[in-house]
């Protein structure tokens, strides 16, 4: 059985509890894995403060999934994987959880290549196989006032069907990834949950700092030349790397700069998108 027919299998809460480490498995206070919903980040915020420890939604299909700045994300049935984990944060700094989501794209990336797959992370949240997206992550939040509880939404291309219209932008999924190790989806959700939920401790405990050179290393923009799209312009840039925010670090016209994701779209030069692949 070839790697594209294991990727498929049925979604069952009781096979990727088996496959979860013990340490994870007792640290969810809330596990939800269905065929269908609207949005799995969308799910655990509305059942913020229901539970403790971390929170664990899986679905099949989502009717109205959530992308960055308010973008559908593409979500068919028997196809991906649509995931979110949950976790509430008694004190944090606003600041200091802007570089969650790219400790968190590390972390996908990490289990993805242990599996064979090339893949690499596009600023500030996309999971880039040989040039093409192959997945996202959302970080949402809901402030209270003792603290605030962090959503972190992962949807990944697992086995799309050929002719899809309704993404658009070139797309990869993990079928064709050459990948070295057989895996089923059920055991792909198990991992990305241990490596996300070992990623929201590390992080809480130190910050980007761990990652920020496991970043660097998976980074496909470093150097590239590419097109920073805002409301009333668009202007060519370089990359020259992370900010210490985790803005990523432009230059444009001889001039450095640090953009930010809610301001700007970028778009890469297709000499780059090549080469990156």
């Known amino acids: 059985m070839s790697n594209r027919d294991l990727l498929v299998d049925a979604l069952s809460e009781q096979v990727i509890d088996e496959q979860l480490d ?101 600023w500030p949240n996309d999971i880039m196989l040989k040039g093409r997206k192959l997945g996202g992550l959302l970080l949402e939040t809901r402030v209270r006032e003792a603290g605030v ?4 939404g992962l949807g990944l291309n697992v086995r799309m069907q050929q002719g899809v219209t309704q993404i658009d932008q070139p797309w ?5 990834s050459a990948m070295s190790q057989e895996i089923t989806r059920n055991q792909l959700v198990a991992q990305l949950v241990n490596a996300l939920v070992s990623c929201l401790g590390r992080y809480r405990q130190s910050g980007f700092d761990d990652f920020r050179e496991k970043w660097r290393a998976v980074d496909m923009l470093m150097q590239s030349e590419i097109s920073l799209i805002t409301h009333n312009e668009r202007v060519r840039a370089r990359v020259m790397g992370l900010a210490e925010d985790c803005g990523l670090s432009v230059e444009v016209d001889g001039e450095q700069r640090v953009i930010y994701a809610a301001d700007v779209k970028l778009k890469l030069d297709e000499y780059d998108l090549h080469r990156s692949g």
Do not use: M
């Open 22 to 122: 013990k340490i994870v498995r007792q640290r969810l206070g809330y596990v939800r894995v269905v065929q269908q919903l609207s949005s799995t980040n969308a799910h655990l915020l509305d059942a913020c403060g229901t539970y403790e420890g971390y929170g664990l939604c899986v679905t099949d299909c989502q009717t109205a999934g959530r992308g960055r700045n308010g973008r559908e994300w593409y979500s068919p049935a028997g196809s991906n994987v649509y995931l979110s984990v949950a976790v509430f944060w008694e004190s944090y700094d606003p600041v200091g959880l802007s570089c969650l989501s790219l400790a968190c794209g590390v972390a996908v990336c990490e289990v993805l290549q242990k599996l064979g797959a090339d893949v690499r992370l596009k």
């Open 149 to 152: 509880y962090l959503v972190v």
């Open 172 to 176: 990869a999924d993990l079928a064709d």
